[in-house]
């Protein structure tokens, strides 16, 4: 039974990408470098209207699970099944692209701040073709935790167990989903007050990492660098903590890896080189959404 640490961090790059929106991207950024099943981690943050208005019109998806968390601002989701969605701070969407989705992503406001993530977590040969599903999760759906004082926890995706302040809790996110995905993601959004820690239970075969949101959270006691992605070691467990002075927030995830290929051209993510080109087709062809032979 051993403590998960930092094994290495991913620094972000600064990127562009949908119209024009700038973000910073620390796994995927580089070719190769993500931690299987998580292919991308995007953070959107400006108040200046220039660096993200142009938003993410119209594209595709292929072969995985996109998932936003927005943090400040609006954006409002619109896609080929005719579903329409308003993100508000605090709130998720969860789109399991499978075998197609085209969809927008738009900026729902003309000033003021914008930021969130962006994580794309892949899925195995065997779910790639699944029809595609969309869920939006309004703030309010998500559930808080607050096992000790000084401790709060969004549980937006998966289960597990955590001890603060020699109190033990479990905690269920809005996506349960040991029984949906294979990849069985946790995903939670963990605030401390200064001088707090939590200790969080994860399967000792899930990657994991975490990422800094406010202030500057500790695992194991390490500081997290800023706008970087800290990898973690091998481990059943990780302590999270704020400094003694100051709270801060941090999103932990771990999910079950796929070991299996990725090929990936932009928004397509699939096995072989074949498959890609299949998308590519399919896009060109107006089929990629099309429920056939799945
Ligand atoms: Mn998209």
Redo the contacts with the bound molecule.
Sequence with gaps: MTERRIRFSLDSIPASD?AGVRLRRSLGARRGLHLDPFLMLDEFSSDDPDDYIAG?PP???RGFE?V?YMLDGRMEHKDHMGNTGRLDPGGVQW?T?GRG?I???MPRQREGRLRGF?LWINLPAAEKMRPPAYRDLAPQDIPEFEPANGVRIRAIAGATSLRADGRSDDILGAINTGHERSTDPLLLDVALAAGRSVEIDLPPGHNAFAYAVDGTPQVAGEALSANAAGLLGPGDRVVLSAPDDEPARVLLLAAKPIEEPVVQYG?FVMNTREEIEQAMIDYRNGTLTDATDA
């Design positions: 949908g993410f594209h595709p998806h996109t936003t789109m692209a989705v969809h927008s992503e962006q928004p």
